[in-house]
């Protein structure tokens, strides 16, 4: 299993401009093949999070379901939004 994200390290994925933040952006780069990473909030969508599941799957990329939910998520992201879903694009570190 893969270690936990903490909060610093989604902020400096942030900082480094490499994330997607969004549920829809996220699926449609999932299908395109761009994705290297998915986080996901601890009360995500039910929907959701089965959709990411599944093309995941299909692209052999991983997921990770924080601790965080998507609310905290939000703030740590220092957006005035819930956040339920964070892609990390491939190629970026």
Known sequence: ???????TEIKKLL???????GTERTLKSLRL???????LSSNVNE???KDINYYAGLSNTEVQK?????DELGV???KP?????????????
């Open 47 to 49: 929907k959701a999070e």
């Open 66 to 70: 924080l601790d965080i939910p998507n």
């Open 81 to 93: 939004f819930s956040i339920s879903v964070i892609s990390v694009v491939k190629g970026a570190k």
């Open 15 to 21: 900082k480094a401009g490499n994330v997607l933040l």
């Open 1 to 7: 299993m893969a270690k936990k994200v903490t909060t």
């Open 33 to 39: 093949g761009r994705i290297e990473k998915v986080l």
């Open 76 to 78: 740590v992201c220092k």
